[in-house]
């Protein structure tokens, strides 16, 4: 059987006891700081889970900063989106899972325990590199642990490299310039997946302007979640997101967040949902304020 939005522990548990081709990735990470993800993965990880780091591995090289705020790189690294975790290239991304031992044939699964906060970038990204058998730990690591799971410490062995072969993308991307040039269009959703007090721009922790694109929905990630860690049924979700749309068409959605990771959520929730598949703006608020050409909304 192949999962391609989420899979419980149970499930996972069963999966590693039938010996199918799988790798298990650990996505924790903590913007405040960098490197805590990677110490808690070495506290306790699923057995056998590889790390995928956020800054290292999920993201383009930041490079140095340009004069307009946007990030420039040597053209040997040119990343297929802006922000502040501006996406690798397609064939950037695919050198990594090759030098850690994933190929075409294997279900990945992915986690985090944050709340599922950053594992869902990690499961677009393989969507984008046309792999489809990827999905979701309901629940993270908390849920595995409460199902009995064990889990490992220290460093995992080495995987031999393999040769991850690109397929066509599965899931849409958005650039600044697409969103902009069909904002005032009817065709066009933007939904933003910060909090309501960073969407409203009564404050901005992390990005030098504070705001929301003009005309966004905000639809904070958490809201995807019940008190237990897990995504609400699809027929909940269906039914906030049909609130939230108000009769707008569920395809012309385009997500974004502060810089493309916590956006990712609705996008899975989304689908779940029934209501298809949409487009992420993965340079999202970050690489939007950064040009003060573009316009900027508060309240």
């Not at 901005?204 to 995807?224: K, M, Q, T």
Request: glycine residues 12%.
């Amino acid at each position: 059987m192949t999962y391609t939005t989420l899979i419980s522990a149970p499930e996972l548990q069963a999966l590693l006891a039938s010996g199918s081709p799988l790798m298990v990735f650990d996505c924790s990470f903590d913007m405040a700081q960098p490197g805590e993800g990677e110490q808690q993965y070495l506290a306790a990880h699923i057995p056998g889970a590889v790390y995928a780091h956020l800054d290292h591995a999920l993201s383009a090289l930041h490079g140095t900063p340009g004069a307009d705020g946007s990030i420039t790189v040597t053209q040997t690294d040119t990343p297929a989106s802006g922000g502040r975790h501006p996406l690798p290239s397609r064939e950037k991304f695919a050198i990594w899972l090759s030098s850690v031992g994933f190929a075409n044939g294997m279900q990945a699964v992915v986690y985090d325990r944050n709340g599922s906060a950053f594992c869902g970038r990690l499961w677009w990204m393989l969507k984008w590199v046309g792999h489809d058998a990827v999905a979701v730990l309901d629940g993270g690591l908390p849920a595995w642990q409460a199902a009995g799971g064990a889990v490992a410490q220290g460093s995992e062995p080495a995987h031999f490299q393999t040769n991850f072969r690109l397929g066509e993308p599965l899931r849409r991307l958005a650039s600044a310039e697409q969103v902009l040039a069909h904002m005032q269009e009817p065709g066009q959703t933007v939904i933003d997946a910060r909090a309501a007090p960073r969407f409203r721009g009564e404050i901005e922790p992390l990005d030098p302007v504070a705001g929301h694109i003009p005309g966004a929905l905000n639809r904070p990630f958490a809201d995807n979640f019940g008190p237990d860690g897990r995504f609400k049924s699809a027929a909940v979700l269906r039914a906030e997101f049909e609130a939230l749309l108000a009769g707008r068409a569920p395809e012309g959605v385009v997500h974004h967040c502060g810089s493309g990771v916590t956006a990712n959520p609705n996008v899975l929730a989304m689908e779940l949902a029934g209501l298809g598949k949409t487009t992420l703006f993965a340079g999202s608020w970050s690489e939007w304020c950064s040009d003060p050409a573009r316009p900027v909304e508060r309240g």
